[in-house]
């Protein structure tokens, strides 16, 4: 079997699975049930001033007869004493002394605060700290968390008290709610951040119930936005890494966070620039025993592929990753539709021509069977008609010489101002 060992900035771990900083790190108990299970890394339930929670306070987002297709949570950090989680990590790291334990780390931003709790943390040993500017709920209003995180110089300054300080790595977790992350990540970098981490969760209301008009969750009628979780932003998150990566600017290890649910997700992440990942919502919904096949998966995955180690898989698909202004407009690429496969719902015919281009049509043979038919003149190939088709196998999206050379819509404005004259009018055109 290849190595899936990694190393984090220094944070050493027998896998790239890690349970991210959420209710399934809380305590000394989860946190080793789940080494136990096979995770190779846990980032500790954030710690900072004790609160006091809500009840309710979790709430899901299911679709189409898929549970738990989104999570939304407003529960906030730790709620037990620091010397209580102190005490619990140090036993833990003492039991499992080859695991990545990570403590999240959320404070006033004040100098003082930070170096306080820095210190006392890594005195029980943990491996690495994660600074929690993401939170998007409850700890921001009281200028904490996303408060912090949205602030690019605050990030900064509050990572270069960390860094004052620390004898271990340090992680700075990002929030997704903001314009640009790889802004932030910068300020993170400049600040002396060993990695980053993203995402954290997403602005967001679950719901409201149509029947009481309460909200989804709700607190005795009362409600509040909430921080997103789950499959449903795992797009938004893969995004995010994959701009980190490509960011020169930003430079450092990534943890990558958001709707990770199985071996495959790992990959992707991988592949887009993270050199380990942390779970949440998958756990909560399914237990830590899933780590199993996912170990299993990606194992026989790498080697599939003939790959010794699983840190091979980083960063491989982030020069595939560039600007729209970087795609060849030139290329083509049409639909093509398998008959033996077709099963004749129409649902190609009803979306390309509601939706798209008015392509496909319905056609009569001669021993006047329906079919459908593309007119590859005029397909754009946008791919909607083969994202709705139910039938495996039933449309190709094949590529089609289109007779010119490729050229992107940056060297397109380029000729238009005749800074560059290597390609004809056709071509242009």
């Not at 912090?148 to 110089?153: E, I, K, N």
């Not at 990942?277 to 996912?294: N, W, Y």
Request: aromatic residues 6%; hydrophobic residues 40%; proline residues 4%.
């Amino acid at each position: 079997m290849a190595d899936l060992r990694i190393d984090l900035a220094g944070i050493k771990s027998p896998n790239p699975f890690w349970l991210a900083s959420a209710p399934p790190t809380n305590t000394g108990y989860q946190v080793q049930r789940a080494f136990e299970a096979g995770w190779g890394g846990a980032v500790w339930k954030t710690l900072g001033d004790p609160i006091i929670n809500t009840s309710s306070r979790f709430a899901a987002v299911h679709f189409n007869g898929q549970r738990v297709a989104g999570f939304n949570n407003i529960e906030l950090i730790t709620d037990r004493p620091l010397e209580v989680n102190l005490r619990e990590i140090y036993e833990t790291k003492k039991r499992f002394p080859d695991h990545a334990v990570v403590a999240s780390l959320m404070v006033e931003p004040k100098q003082e605060k930070w170096h306080e709790i820095v210190k006392r943390v890594e005195a029980v040993g943990v491996d690495g700290l994660e600074l929690n500017f993401g939170c998007p709920h409850g700890m921001a209003e009281r200028g904490m968390g996303a408060a912090s995180g949205q602030q690019p110089d605050l990030v900064e300054a509050q990572t270069y008290w960390v860094k004052e300080v620390a004898a271990t790595p340090v992680i700075v977790k990002l929030t997704p709610n903001i314009t640009d992350i790889t802004v932030v990540a910068r300020h993170a970098v400049k600040g002396g951040a060993d990695a980053i981490s993203l995402i954290n969760t997403i602005n967001s209301l679950a719901g409201v119930d149509i029947h009481s008009w309460n909200t989804i969750p709700n607190v005795g009628g009362q409600g509040a936005h909430g921080g997103y979780c789950g499959p449903a932003v795992k797009p938004i998150a893969l995004s995010m890494v994959a701009e980190c990566a490509r960011d020169r600017g930003v430079g450092v290890p990534i943890s990558g966070i958001g709707g990770i649910s199985t071996w495959q997700d790992v990959v992707e992440f991988m592949l887009m620039g993270s050199t380990g990942i942390q779970v949440c919502t998958a756990v909560m919904h399914h237990g830590f025993r899933i780590v199993e096949e996912m170990l299993d998966g990606l194992n026989n995955y790498l080697d599939d592929k003939g790959l010794a180690s699983v840190t091979e898989l980083t960063g491989k698909s982030v020069p595939k990753y560039s600007n729209w202004g970087d795609l060849d407009l030139n290329y083509k690429v049409v639909a093509r539709i398998n008959e033996e496969n077709c099963i004749n719902c129409n649902k190609c015919h009803i979306a390309c021509e509601d939706a798209s281009h008015q392509c496909i049509d319905m056609l009569t043979n001669a021993d006047g069977k329906a079919f459908l038919h593309v007119r590859e003149e005029d397909c754009v190939g946008c791919n909607l008609c083969s994202i709705v088709c139910p039938a495996d196998g039933a449309i190709d999206m094949v590529a089609l010489d289109s007779g010119v050379a490729p050229m992107t819509w940056n060297q397109r404005q380029k000729v238009i101002s005749g800074l560059n004259s290597s390609y004809s009018e056709a071509e242009v055109v």
